[in-house]
T-cell receptor, first 120, second 113 residues
Framework: KQEVTQIPAALSVPEGENLVLNCSFT??????LQWFRQDPGKGLTSLLL?????REQTSGRLNASLDKSSGRSTLYIAASQPGDSATYLC???????????????????FGQGTILTVHP | EADIYQTPRYLVIGTGKKITLECSQT?????MYWYQQDPGMELHLIHY???????EKGDLSSESTVSRIRTEHFPLTLESARPSHTSQYLC????????????FGSGTRLTVV
């Protein structure tokens, strides 16, 4: 069974700092990995999607890397801002077998998230 | 603009009531999902659909039911709400290809009193 772990669970930094969020997964047979942002009481906003064949993806101040063989991904946030404060979730996409009938289905497994606070 | 919509955004309802949480997407995605998230906890898949008239249960057992009569619509129903159903429910969709990511709605926060 796939398990996704995110470290640290919470992080508080002053504005302007560069920071790294970590994600690890136990089964490397994934198709892709997606980083999301969730504001309190809200839905999920997709930040970056990395295919299993890719090493990294960049969007603005965000850079995500993937080392599939070691089961790790990092999200790098440059020059953090108070508006970056949110919970960051990583999720891995894999193909699993359904219990009945033996048919397969795509499955997204989430980590517990890292709560980021950037203070002015 | 293509998007995924959930209504209502917040719902407070009494025990025993029947409720339906709505989810619609305008992206033409074949696959749709319902996730349940308790405060401060992980998201867990409770239902998914790979197309019209296709529905399956996810990893987390749920007393809710779903239907997929139209591609764009994937409602979730609780026949008799209980306080244990209090949670946030998130709907998502993805295209047929596995190398595209998921798009999530804003969620419905359900409180059963």
């Amino acid at each position: 069974k796939q398990e996704v772990t995110q470290i640290p669970a919470a992080l508080s930094v002053p504005e302007g700092e560069n920071l790294v969020l970590n994600c690890s997964f136990t089964d490397s047979a994934i198709y892709n990995l997606q980083w999301f942002r969730q504001d309190p009481g809200k839905g999920l906003t997709s930040l970056l999607l990395i295919q299993s064949s890719q090493r990294e993806q960049t969007s603005g101040r965000l850079n995500a890397s993937l080392d599939k063989s070691s089961g790790r991904s990092t999200l790098y946030i440059a020059a953090s801002q108070p508006g970056d404060s949110a919970t960051y979730l990583c999720a891995v996409y894999e193909v699993a077998l359904a219990n009945a009938g033996g048919t397969s289905y795509g499955k997204l497994t989430f980590g517990q998230g890292t709560i980021l606070t950037v203070h002015p | 603009e293509a998007d995924i919509y959930q209504t209502p955004r917040y719902l407070v309802i009494g025990t025993g009531k029947k409720i339906t949480l709505e989810c619609s997407q305008t992206m033409g995605h074949d696959k749709m999902y319902w996730y349940q998230q308790d405060p401060g906890m992980e998201l867990h898949l409770i239902h998914y659909s790979y197309g019209v008239n296709s529905t399956e249960k996810g990893d987390l057992s749920s007393e809710s039911t779903v239907s997929r009569i139209r591609t764009e619509h994937f409602p979730l129903t609780l026949e008799s709400a209980r306080p244990s159903h209090t949670s946030q429910y998130l709907c998502a969709s993805s295209p047929g290809r596995w190398d595209y990511g998921y798009t999530f709605g804003s969620g419905t926060r359900l409180t059963v009193v």
